[in-house]
């Protein structure tokens, strides 16, 4: 039982190019959110899934394109980086029955230069 | 606008003593309010919970305190050990609009135990 797993742990962009980071869960829940944490401003949720099929934005979604590809996995893509993205990306999955109580993966370390 | 506000960035207490963490927040639909604990290259993990319908939680060394006329809640370790240094985020969610699991956090506070 893995929990929330997230690859790459560490990636290194230059501005403009694209990548996508990458979430799975085992836990057999059905939301699933993407947050990130920058020095001095916590974690601001980015995208959130309530069900598989649907996604809403958070507080800062601009930048960032999600795909909930199926009751497991999530993934979040930047279509063109600029270094305000540098910072680390967390994913993280609930049960329906405690939304808020949230299982959070290791992380993503992202550079942009 | 910061909604969720932890003013002390950084706290070191003496092992076996009091640790004492403080959350301010601005919003008042916020009613439910969560502790989460963080550890160098790790994800948050889920520490203890309130409902604004209750002003105390207690489980085992942990206590959260919610004081909704202050709009303030702490979260009380005690006693502290060394094991409880992290990074500890103050959260707080509106149930009232189809409880999502929108988190709003605060900025975090260093918690440093010394031996």
């Known amino acids: 039982n893995a929990g929330v797993t997230q690859t790459p742990k560490f990636q290194v962009l230059k501005t403009g190019q694209s990548m996508t980071l990458q979430c799975a869960q085992d836990m057999n829940h059905n939301s699933m959110y993407w947050y990130r944490q920058d020095p001095g401003m916590g974690l601001r949720l980015i995208y959130y899934?309530?069900?598989?099929?649907?996604?809403d934005k958070g507080e800062v979604p601009n930048g960032y394109n999600v795909s909930r590809l199926n009751k497991r996995e999530f993934s979040l893509r930047l279509e063109s980086a600029a270094p305000s993205q540098t910072s680390v990306y967390f994913c993280?999955?609930?049960?329906?029955?405690?939304?808020?109580?949230?299982?959070f993966g290791p992380g993503t370390r992202l550079l942009v230069l | 606008d910061q909604q969720v506000k932890q003013n002390s960035p950084s706290l070191s207490v003496q092992e076996g003593r009091i640790s004492i963490l403080n959350c301010d927040y601005t919003n008042s639909m916020f009613d439910y309010f969560l502790w989460y604990k963080k550890y160098p290259a790790e994800g948050p993990t889920f520490l203890i919970s309130i409902s604004s319908i209750k002003d105390k939680n207690e489980d085992g060394r942990f206590t959260v305190f919610l004081n909704k006329s202050a709009k303030h809640l702490s979260l009380h370790i005690v006693p502290s050990q060394p094991g409880d240094s992290a990074v500890y985020f103050c959260?707080?969610?509106?149930?009232?609009?189809?409880?999502?699991?929108?988190?709003?956090f605060g900025q975090g506070t260093t918690l440093q135990v010394k031996p």
């Open positions: 959260a707080a969610s509106d149930r009232g609009v189809g409880n999502t699991g929108k988190l709003i």
């Open positions: 993280a999955s609930s049960a329906p029955w405690e939304q808020e109580t949230q299982y």
């Open positions: 899934s309530a069900s598989e099929g649907t996604t």
